[in-house]
């Protein structure tokens, strides 16, 4: 047996209860965070946590814990559950409350929930690349939440699935904007390409630390739209997300990206981003 969070307890997973009015499950009124674990340890733990009380800010949600009272939960939710390599999920819902459209009174406390899972790096589409597909973007305009509103991604990565496709890539009209659940990267001549995190886009917390090692390794960046044509046009195109890391694509649609190979920046990448992951704490 597993467990999970639940408000500010770690129990058994056949313990935790959702109401049948909980605003999340009715409206979708949240947001959550997935952090990626190695070795035991959550990785860029803190940015996680700013970014999901950032959220939470941001559609009017009062987070009833102190983020150091969160830290500790989730460790204790990894620990709990014996997670080496893997990841943990978290959200909260604005509560449980008649169901209506507008916000609930101060008597309506939110619910946080998480859960954590064992699973092993993705090491095969590391090392091969992925294929994708472009889908029409036609999610909401407040990308940069990461709201437990899904829908329009889940049909973009279920379009892309009954496709053979690992990831969609999505557009608004000609200008590449992310991925289903990932962010989007194009390296054109040297330099490293992607969308500007405005509301467009998820900022995501993997984005941060692979722009951080292009320059360690010396990649200029530029934060910049660009189109379809242009991103079928680049020599290496990228792919990143908690679980999916720095993963190359080597096909969209059909169109082969780099040869249809991984290409040496992506290396580069891939190495810079593997001296930041958590080792084994020694006994």
């Not at 047996?1 to 109401?19: F, H, K, P, T």
Request: proline letters at 4%.
């Amino acid at each position: 047996m597993g467990y999970s969070l639940w408000n500010d307890r770690i129990v058994a997973d056949n313990e935790v209860v959702v109401d049948k009015e909980d605003r999340g499950y009715q409206f979708g009124d949240g947001v959550y965070e997935v952090v990626k674990v190695y070795n035991g340890q959550l990785f860029t733990l803190e940015e996680h946590v700013e970014r999901f009380y950032a959220s939470a800010e941001k559609i009017k949600i009062t987070i009833p814990y102190t983020k150091d009272k969160l830290y500790t939960l989730l460790h204790q939710l990894v620990e709990a559950n014996e997670i080496n390599t893997g990841h943990i999920y978290f959200q909260i819902t604005r509560g449980a409350c008649p169901r209506n459209h507008i916000f609930p009174g101060d008597d309506v406390v939110p619910v946080l929930t998480g859960n954590a899972k064992e699973n092993p790096r993705p090491v095969a589409n590391f090392e091969n690349g992925v294929k994708t597909t472009f889908v029409e973007d036609i999610r909401w305009l407040r990308c940069d939440i990461k709201s437990l509103n899904l829908l329009g991604a889940v049909l973009a990565k279920q379009e892309a699935h009954e496709k053979g496709c690992y990831e969609a890539i999505l557009h608004r009209g000609e200008t590449v904007t992310e991925g289903s659940s990932s962010n989007i990267y194009g390296v054109k001549d040297g330099v490293l390409y992607t969308h500007p995190a405005d509301n467009f886009i998820l900022n995501g917390i993997t984005r941060q630390v692979i722009l951080k090692c292009a320059e360690e390794i010396g990649l200029p960046v530029k934060e910049e739209a660009f189109t379809k044509e242009q991103l079928l046009a680049m020599d290496e195109v990228i792919v990143s997300s908690t679980t999916s890391e720095v993963t190359p694509v080597i096909d969209i649609d059909g169109t082969a990206i780099g040869g249809g190979k991984p290409g040496e920046w992506t290396r580069k990448l891939q190495a810079q981003f593997d001296t930041k992951i958590p080792q084994p704490i020694q006994a």
